[in-house]
């Protein structure tokens, strides 16, 4: 019984101090090393294609390293830019008809008025009156509080962008260094026991950690489209745009389509647009189904997790790391479970 206890120990002392390099590894060094480790993904993903064009047209490995890298970034470069142009027209077209907007936001205030009125019989006139009165302190609290926030962010918002530029050219140059070297890099971390050891790890975690990454984006990319295709069906002008921001909802935790398509709908419905409102009920049906289909199909099974394992690494993922804490929950509790393995 006391060897039994003594081995007990030993196992929880061990993933405890597991957890803890795990912990101060992904909290500090993952972001000082996070560049090079996306360069060494895309070294890995371009090397067989570069292996075959050197042998096959003898040209130096640095040349068609660089070619296709400054290929790839310059696909990437135009999907991203006619995304974006696509964005930014339709923000423009919403700012251009910001009267509108505003006219039949008023005249939907009129009907719930009228609505709650029915309903209570309250008058529409004094609950207007009321909500009158209480509009200037409102603006005042935002004039103080919101805009100097908005102002604060956008200022952020910009130095996280020269940010992120710097982070993909160092990137991009990173890839073309390690694919020029490739094979050396490759065997002198194999040959190394920590290298060799590091590999290992990283081979486990990469095939359930890219799995993990894969599902999400697959998951991610399915709603974006059914939440793009049925708000186009549906006469939306800002079908891309709104169906992004949705998708984008359903991929973060707690969230999902639901908190925008239901009060969308009851919107639409107390409007009388029951076509409308019948149609966004069927897309977030839609939607909540194809997740419900395909995370078990795609999450649990490949990640070799239990659902309730990823929700619960997920919760305290958020809870440890914050926002990106839905991604490196996972992440966490793939290293420590691989890293125990390998030990």
Known sequence: MKKEAKESMRSIGKVLGITLIVYAGIRWL????????????????????????????????????SLLVGMLLLLLGFAVFFFLKTLIEQMKHVMDNLDLYRQQAGEFWQECCCQIENMTGIEARMIQHGVEKQLPEMMNHAKQNVIPAVMNGTILYAKNIFVFLGVCFVVVISTILILKDYKKM?????????????????????????????????IMIIITAICVLGLYFSGNEYALLAGCGIGICDAMPFLGTGTIFVPWAVIELIQGKYMLAAIYTVIY???????????????????????????VSMYVGLEIYGLW??????????????IYLVA
């Open 285 to 311: 049906t839609v939607c909540s189904l194809m997740r419900e289909i395909l995370e078990p199909k795609l999450l649990g099974n490949k990640l070799g997790m239990h659902p309730l394992a990823v929700i």
């Open 325 to 338: 804490g839905f991604a490196l929950g996972p992440l966490s509790y793939i290293l420590i479970k691989e």
């Open 30 to 65: 993952l972001p000082l090393v996070i560049p090079f480790f996306i360069a060494f993904l895309l070294a890995k993903f371009l090397n067989p294609l570069v292996e075959k064009l050197e042998n096959k047209l003898k040209l130096k490995r640095s040349i068609w390293s």
């Open 186 to 218: 490759r065997a002198a971390l194999e040959h190394h026991p920590v290298g060799s050891m590091a590999l290992k790890v990283c081979r486990r975690a990469y095939e359930a950690g890219g799995a993990y990454i894969k599902s999400q984006i697959i």
